[in-house]
């Protein structure tokens, strides 16, 4: 069973964040002091309302960015998981740039209290235009023929939370660039457009 501290920045804050300020977020994220810094207050924030025995240290949480499939994503490294449905990596996915401004002013500003018309997590139907939320999550069972532990790429959008395939063992040297690759084999080419050069973010 998933550990609260980390489920609640996984599943909750952090995508809450991602996608009301898409365009300051990975303006944030693009920068390491301020990608570190945003990072640790969220995950702080996540533990919150708990008690000191249920939170968990940020021991292994840091970003760095990639192209996937020509795509700007960044890729954040969690701390490693103890519980079914936590994640290994999260990979924020910008399809384009062009739409992050407008969409932005659609939303409130970050973990701001729900508004009671919106959908049960707190945000409502999100457009195409927003980035998309992947995740690497532990599951139950063994790694067929491989070392390492068995997991399932995932991926939230807005309420829904939806598992497309299982996903490379974890705990291995090549489990990172065997997820990127599978991002990129399920999202396809980029159609004709411009992806900037990111640089590497290291916590």
């Known amino acids: 069973m998933a550990r609260p501290h980390p489920a609640h920045f996984v599943h909750t804050l952090l995508p809450q964040l991602v996608w009301r300020r898409p365009t300051a977020v990975r303006r944030e994220l693009g920068d390491p002091l301020l990608a570190r810094e945003l990072l640790l207050y969220v995950w702080d924030k996540a533990a919150e309302s708990l008690p ?3 939170r968990v240290a940020p021991r292994g949480l840091h970003l760095s960015w990639h192209r996937v499939a020509g795509r700007a994503t960044a890729l954040v490294q969690l701390p490693a998981p103890q519980g079914i449905g ?6 924020i996915v910008y399809e384009d ?3 992050l401004l407008a969409a932005e002013q659609r ?3 970050p973990l701001d209290e729900p ?3 919106d959908n049960d997590d707190g945000l409502p139907d999100l457009p195409d235009d927003l980035p998309r939320y ?3 999550e532990a599951i139950l069972g063994r790694s067929p023929d491989e070392d390492g532990t068995p997991t399932v790429l995932g991926e939230r959008r807005g309420e829904h939370h939806r598992h ?3 996903g490379p063992p974890a705990g291995r040297p090549d489990t990172t660039g065997r997820f990127l690759q599978a991002l990129a084999e399920l999202l396809g080419p980029l159609p004709d457009t411009n992806v900037p050069f990111m640089r590497i973010v290291r916590g």
């Open 52 to 54: 000191p025995r249920e």
């Open 86 to 91: 936590e994640a290994h990596l999260v990979a």
């Open 97 to 99: 740039d062009a739409d």
């Open 107 to 109: 939303y409130p500003s």
């Open 115 to 117: 508004d009671p018309d």
């Open 134 to 136: 992947f995740l690497l």
């Open 164 to 166: 497309h395939a299982p």
